[in-house]
DNA sequence: TATTAATTGCACTTCTGTTGCATTGCTTAT
DNA sequence: ATAAGCAATGCAACAGAAGTGCAATTAATA
């Protein structure tokens, strides 16, 4: 049994052929990734299947579903210090203007919001876009 | 010539009735709307001209666009401190969970964001979900 | 091994955003 | 005042992504 089907079996996901690959490509990825970018590096597999794959990871709890403002949901793999389910210590996104990508800013929560009164913050969301580090360095 | 006739005008934008009808439309709401909700509004109106309208007045500096993260994208007039175009002093959103309405939090800045080396940010997107002032009132 | 449940593949549907083109309506110069 | 020209609108259709129903296959378990 490898350290990813460890992984999956430990939040109940059976670790199917399919879904060690696309565990293994996810995490192999740095940045967050469409399911047309998943769909791209398994053309012989169905999107559906695929679809289907990253909801089930989503659903228990090792994906994360981001909204980088592009209109096209990306999906990133949960890191150490994500805490995406448990509290409300959100991480931010940051998309690159240049290169496209979106990337987890891990390290980097959101800063606590002051709201009007009545208003209560259950969740939030931050993308932060502009030039990523790989493309400033040119 | 009307108030709102003054404004479009101001802003280079020809006053159809048409469009005066959806400037004030936007203007009576105090939440942003999706093309949808406007389509439901001018039922006799084709969803390209709405769609067309609200562009328009995106361009021309009096709407701004928001992606509040359900998917769809939301319009609504920009109001004074919005500067939305101008600096990159944006104000944040509140989607609430309840009554799915989302609304400009014009007078909340979104705060200074420390970023991690080589990494530059040009814009941001604050959508912060939970309970509005309305629905927290019952 | 037989039974049962979960996973995958295929075909569609829906929704939103968007564009091309013909037509209508408004502006302006003669 | 009228014709020419441009902007706005209406109609039709397309594109891309998300999502669903169902049959077929694969894996787990008794």
Redesign the interface.
Known sequence: MTEIERKLDSNGIRPTAMRILIYKYMAEKNNALALTDVEQAFQKAERTTLYRTIKTFEEKGIVHQI?D?T?V?KYALCEPGCNCEIDRDLH?H?HC?SCDKTIC?T??K??H??????????????????????C??Y
Do not use: R, W, Y
């Not at 919001?113 to 790989?134: Q, R, T, W, Y």
């Open positions: 909204d403002g209109g949901l931010l940051f203007n800013l390290q980097h959101i800063p919001i002051n709201l009007p009164e009545g208003f209560m913050a259950e969740d939030a969301n931050l993308v932060v876009k502009g030039i990523c580090d790989s400033s360095a």
